[in-house]
């Protein structure tokens, strides 16, 4: 047999090999370890309230009210208060899987500055406090568009609403952003955190 049939053949079986092993053989291990290790996070992290799925605790998402003309396009989206809100989102029309991304405008955008000094004005208002109160992360939006994660301060600052919106004691409203309040990465990475899906997924199920 020639040489370079040899080589060809030797070429084939190790492409068939390896296909084995990379392509099937150590996806299907992998898989397979993640179910039974950490099933909740490869499918996931999904959050369920009765049953239903209502998002993943991994992504952030919006808790709007209704529109009055869902099919008006110029109609702008009004934020719910009974629910604590996320930072903004620059991806898609929010929280978008497919469209994660930040807004890529710089500090010297005037579009940027426009933004902020319009959120701070209209946080304000919605939450009731003072414009230099509102923290910097309800203004801004993260790198990914999809950060569950606000503030403990910004969560705070919307306890009282929340709690008067829902006709729950201000108390209990405080305990739930106090129980859901995540630490720092590894203990020292980062800034404490609330997770807002998880944090209004324990707020729907107040009695």
Do not use: C
């Not at 898609?92 to 710089?106: F, T, V």
């Not at 203004?139 to 606000?150: E, F, K, R, Y």
């Amino acid at each position: 047999m020639p040489t370079s049939v040899r080589t060809h053949l030797t070429a084939l079986r190790l492409l068939l090999v390896m296909t084995v092993i990379l392509g099937l053989a150590y996806p299907l291990l992998v898989t397979g370890v993640s179910q039974v290790a950490f099933s909740a996070k490869a499918n996931g992290s999904i959050v369920s309230t009765d049953g239903k799925e209502i998002g993943s605790s991994l992504i952030g998402q919006n808790y709007d009210l209704p529109k009055k003309n869902p099919d008006d396009p110029k109609e702008q989206a009004r934020p719910d208060p009974q629910w604590f809100q996320p930072r903004p989102s620059a991806a898609g029309a929010g929280y978008d899987p497919k469209s994660s991304g930040a807004s890529n405008l710089g500090p010297n955008s005037d579009d940027l500055l426009k933004a902020v000094d319009d959120r701070r004005a209209a946080v304000a208002a919605f939450d009731g406090v003072d414009p230099a109160a509102v923290p910097a992360d309800a203004l801004t939006a993260s790198g990914s568009g999809l950060d569950p994660q606000i503030s403990v301060a910004y969560a705070h600052e919307q306890a009282a609403r929340v709690a008067e919106a829902r006709k729950l004691p201000a108390d209990t409203v405080a305990g739930l952003v106090a129980e859901y309040t995540e630490s720092r990465s590894l203990g020292f990475l980062g800034e404490p955190g609330v997770n807002v899906v998880l944090l209004n997924k324990a707020l729907s199920e107040q009695k």
